[in-house]
């Protein structure tokens, strides 16, 4: 499953978890369970919204008792910890200023160090796939305040993001993106909005700060349309789920659920929502699978040196396979080409392996999709021994291969050549339950 975000009006926190629980409406109750188990006071409610042109969803938080600012919202800038005025951790603290994000959303006045809330979020009772999820996501958060800002993460402290409805709104969309184990994301080209927005560091241009590091690499564009447009915790979800490649465009697919996610903010002539679309990929190319291809020269590794790292490569999680080839370089030098061949997810922690496994110091790689044929691992008994056999489907008819290292204690080429054709004789004849 593939999901692509189509931002019309923009993206924030609450937006996201919005569209997804309007496509997803049974994953509602473990929204809410897993809120609570981060603040016992939080509740959450999903409610149908329609603007007169499109109708959805809006994502809605409340706490009793609990101060959330002048508005219901939930955007973010942490605020370092050498501001001018002393603060007490151990509890929330008013700002008098006010913040509109362009979705309407003004901001809670809470503040709370990057430390602490990673440690609420530690000692949650939360499933450790959403706990990892809410932690990653505040973590880019507070990488970019930290290199606005000029200080060391672990010196960044939250003001609106410190707030109740915040932090709902990143244990929400944490929960979702745990829950639905989708295989990849992509997002439309953003909005970028313009004007100035008013925070507890004075005005500040739009995009904010964090955001544009956030965003850094992802495509934009500028409808006309003023106002904060994409929320420092809009991006930082986008980074968390796009980070790896950015400029994906939406892949082909069957499209199966959508779902609308409304802020609160009227836009001029335009839907303040966020879109989901869900596409099943493998359904719509039956035979057909995304792979990345890694490929580099080596004059520098000996040969046996080489032989092993490539085993080690070949061991590495979702490197499929591992390919070299004899090539003439520069002055008539020989040199092994590579070839490797990965799956998308896996890019990354492949060429890092490929660094670290090889002597090359650059390489190159792109994006391909390939076409593989039905086929099924089967293991028949010859002669008291088992032998694995690949049965393939062919458009000419079904064929099989018998492991060769199964043979190779069978002395003589004739020897071993009659076992492979008898197990794979019986591999494509006998019935399963007579193997």
Not at 291 to 302: C, G, K, R
Not at 393 to 414: C, I
Not at 418 to 434: I, N, Q
Request: with cysteine; charged share 25%; net charge negative.
């Amino acid at each position: 499953m593939h999901i692509h975000l189509d931002a019309l009006g923009g993206v924030a926190g609450d937006m996201f978890a919005a569209a997804l629980l309007d496509a997803f409406p049974e994953h509602q109750a473990g929204v809410s369970a897993s809120i609570r188990a981060v603040d016992g006071r939080i509740a959450c409610a999903v409610r149908a919204h329609n603007d007169g042109i499109l109708s959805g969803a809006r994502f809605a938080v409340s706490a009793p008792g609990v101060e959330p600012g002048p508005a219901p919202h939930r955007h973010d800038h942490p605020a370092r910890h050498d501001h001018p005025h002393p603060h007490d951790h151990a509890h929330d603290h008013a700002h008098d200023h006010a913040h509109d994000d362009g979705h309407g959303h003004g901001h809670g006045h809470g503040h709370r160090p990057w430390s602490e809330i990673r440690a609420a979020l530690e000692a949650a009772d939360l499933a450790p796939a959403v706990r990892a999820q809410a932690l990653a996501i505040f973590g880019h958060l507070a990488a970019a305040e930290a290199r606005v800002h000029g200080i060391a993460v672990e010196a960044v402290a939250f003001h609106e993001v410190g707030a109740f409805d915040s932090i709902a709104d990143i244990v929400a969309a944490a929960h979702l993106i745990a829950a639905l184990g989708v295989r990849s994301w992509s997002v439309s080209a953003l909005p970028l909005g313009s004007g100035r927005v008013r925070t507890q560091h004075g005005p500040l241009p739009v995009p904010a700060p964090a955001t544009t590091l956030l965003l850094e690499g992802f495509s934009t564009l500028d409808d006309g349309v003023p106002g904060e447009r994409v929320t420092p915790t809009g991006a930082a979800i986008l980074r968390h789920l796009c980070g790896e490649d950015p400029g994906r465009g939406r892949p082909r697919g069957i499209l199966g659920r959508t779902g609308i996610g409304f802020g609160t903010k009227v836009l001029p002539g335009l839907s303040n929502c966020l879109r989901v679309l869900v596409l099943d990929e493998a359904a719509a190319r039956p035979g057909r699978r995304d792979l990345a291809v890694i490929a580099f020269e080596i004059d520098d590794q000996s040969g046996e040196d080489l032989a092993m790292g490539l085993d080690r490569l070949r061991g590495e999680p979702g490197i499929l396979d591992v390919v070299q080839a004899p090539v003439l370089g520069k002055k008539g030098r020989m040199m092994a080409r590579i070839q490797v061949l990965v799956r998308p997810e896996s890019l990354e922690a492949a060429i890092a392996a490929c660094f670290r496994e090889t002597t090359t110091i650059g390489l190159r790689y792109h994006r391909v999709e390939g076409a593989v044929l039905d086929r099924e691992a089967r293991t028949v008994d010859h002669a008291g021994r088992p032998v694995r056999v690949k049965v393939v489907d062919r458009p000419g008819g079904r064929t099989a291969k018998a492991e060769a290292d199964d043979a190779r204690d069978h002395a003589g080429h004739a020897a071993r050549a009659r076992l492979r054709r008898e197990a794979e004789r019986l591999a494509l004849t006998v019935p399963e339950e007579e193997r």
